[in-house]
């Protein structure tokens, strides 16, 4: 099973908006809405962001928003923030043995 | 407050075993399922095993990667989970992380415990 695949890094200045994209294949990301999106800064644990595609738990910013278009899923961060700078990662079911798969990781930068 | 406690990690000699610990606290343990994941050194991440509640029959998954050689136990009574890891390889050194939940949808995670495999 091939990990997801995401740009090494995506960078925007205070205030902007930046999308991650992830891609995967019709035995993952095309065939299930189970996609969520992790966030970690440096030196710490994930964060859950985003789950079932365009979910937010209790108390992520609703700067974060998920969606899905075929193969492909996407995190978008509006109004970016110094806070935000961290790697992301996107991970889904997949009908694999492996069941689940995650995403090659981004590093979001603010300028 | 939900926590998730890892301990256990360490410098381990190839082909030895490790038992990681998990206390959680902060929710009825025995109603989730609790997964571990692991992140090696400058690399991603990579989900590892999960065990389902008893509601669900207490069952394991294991990634291809460790199938055979790791093995996930639960205590309910203690609200702790475990992760036995026998056969040890140097690919196995990276922090571990305790999560609960399956294997995409987990919305806690512990901070994580070193485990060194090296001779």
């Known amino acids: 099973q091939s990990a997801l695949t995401q740009p090494p890094s995506v960078s925007g200045s205070p205030g902007q908006s930046v999308t991650i994209s992830c891609t995967g294949t019709?035995?993952?990301?095309?065939?299930?809405?189970?996609v969520s999106w992790y966030q970690q800064p440096p030196g710490t644990a994930p964060k859950l962001m985003i789950y079932e595609v365009s979910n937010r738990p209790s108390g992520v910013p609703d700067r974060f928003s998920g969606s899905k278009s075929g193969n492909t899923a996407s995190l978008t961060i509006s109004g970016l923030q110094a806070e935000d700078e961290a790697d992301y990662y996107c991970s889904s079911y997949t009908s694999s043995s492996t069941l689940g798969v995650f995403g090659t990781g981004t590093k979001v930068t603010v300028l | 407050e939900v926590q998730l406690v890892e301990s256990g990690g360490g410098l381990v000699q190839p082909g030895r075993s490790l038992r990681l610990s998990c206390t959680a606290s902060?929710?009825?343990?025995?109603?989730?399922?609790m997964s571990w994941f692991r992140q090696a050194p400058g690399k991603g991440l990579e989900w590892v095993g999960f065990i389902r509640s008893k509601a669900y029959g207490g069952t394991t998954e294991y990634a291809a990667s460790v199938k055979g050689r790791f093995t996930i136990s639960r205590d309910d009574s203690k609200s702790i989970a475990y992760l036995q890891m026998n056969s040890l390889k140097t690919e196995d050194t990276a922090v571990y992380y305790c999560?609960?939940?399956?294997?995409?949808?987990?919305?806690?995670w512990g901070q994580g415990t070193l485990v060194t495999v090296s001779s």
């Open positions: 999560t609960r939940g399956g294997v995409v949808l987990v919305d806690y």
């Open positions: 902060g929710f009825t343990f025995g109603d989730y399922a």
């Open positions: 019709s035995s993952d990301v095309g065939s299930y809405n189970r």
